[in-house]
């Protein structure tokens, strides 16, 4: 019986050293590029009319969630937005997901979002009782469904596009909104509902590091950095980024750097704090479905432990206007938080 025991806790310490902190991030961090032999199944992925239908049916079950269609994509997709509370008294947030249609991921988590903010659990009231929520999933509706009007030959699957249906980079419209997602977002989200937090979720390439270092990361985060942000906007987004990285570094598969990221105002990050007023973060994953340059596809292997850090992130979030963590978390780790480097790669324009 003592071996047997000596043996069980044996077993135990060297499946805690494998799923220890240290081995999770790298499960992260280390998961697999498409190489030709690592699977890409974007078919796990949520199509277009599957989410809709997701959607649809959450609604129908849920007493908290209006689901409002506010636009049409170029090709005539309609744009959806979940909406948890109209309290006047309640500061809004929004989350941003798949400006880019290859950045898929991001979606995912906001689906899992949303099917946890309709259950009748006490934290869910709790979170409804404090802060209103707006997600808006999956902007760039036809990019993602690979239905544009130019080639993807030159992609690995195939099936998702950065750009949308006449070749435009929607994260660089955020001034002018030309597009009619963006301007959708702008005009019948943003303006009409004036959320005053706003997370915007994509992917960057699988190469990015840490500083300098070998160590891949599983994301990155930056606030508005253009120079007319005001300081109040600017630090009230690097607490919403200090609730972010405290709760992904706080569960071990994670490991984020700063982004290396411009001013220009035509992103959102910048834009939408310099034109509102709102607090913004930008938070990129790691990782993409599909891409025209290869080492930026990742296989099947780390998106489950992807898709929970977009969840980590949301819930540490709606969870911050909870306790009020979010007015009073420590901002200091911005100082020394190391930028992103790159092993070997060019970085992809910021998205």
Known sequence: MIKNSMILMLCLVLIGSFFGTGQLAQAVGEGPNYNGNETIKNERLHSYDEMVNFLEKVEKRSDEMTLEVYGQSIKGRDLYLAKFGEDEDNP???????????????????LEIIKYLTNNSKGVKEILENINVLIAPRLNVDGAEGDVNFSLEDYVSGTHTRYNADGFDLNRDHVNRNQPETKALHENVIQKYEPDYMIDFHHQGTQTTLGDTDEYVSGSILYPT??????????????????????????????????????????????????????????????????????????????????????????????????????????????????????????????
């Open 92 to 110: 809004t947030v929004l989350f941003l997901t798949q400006q880019h249609g290859n950045e898929a991921l991001t979606t995912e988590s906001a």
């Open 226 to 351: 253009n120079e007319g942000v005001d300081p109040d906007v600017r630090e009230r987004s690097k607490q919403l980024g200090a609730i972010v990285y405290n709760a992904v570094d706080a569960k071990g598969y994670g490991l984020l750097s700063k982004y290396r990221g411009g001013t220009a105002p035509t992103i959102s990050r910048n834009g939408l704090a310099l034109e509102y007023g709102i607090a913004t973060l930008l938070f990129e994953m790691r990782g993409m479905a599909d891409h025209y340059y290869e080492p930026y596809v990742l296989g099947q292997k780390s998106n489950g432990y992807l898709i929970q850090q977009g969840v980590t992130a949301m819930k540490a979030v709606l969870e911050s206007f909870v306790d009020g963590s979010i007015e009073t978390v420590d901002t200091s780790f911005w100082d020394t938080l190391p930028e992103s480097g790159s092993k070997g790669e060019e970085f992809e324009d910021e998205h």
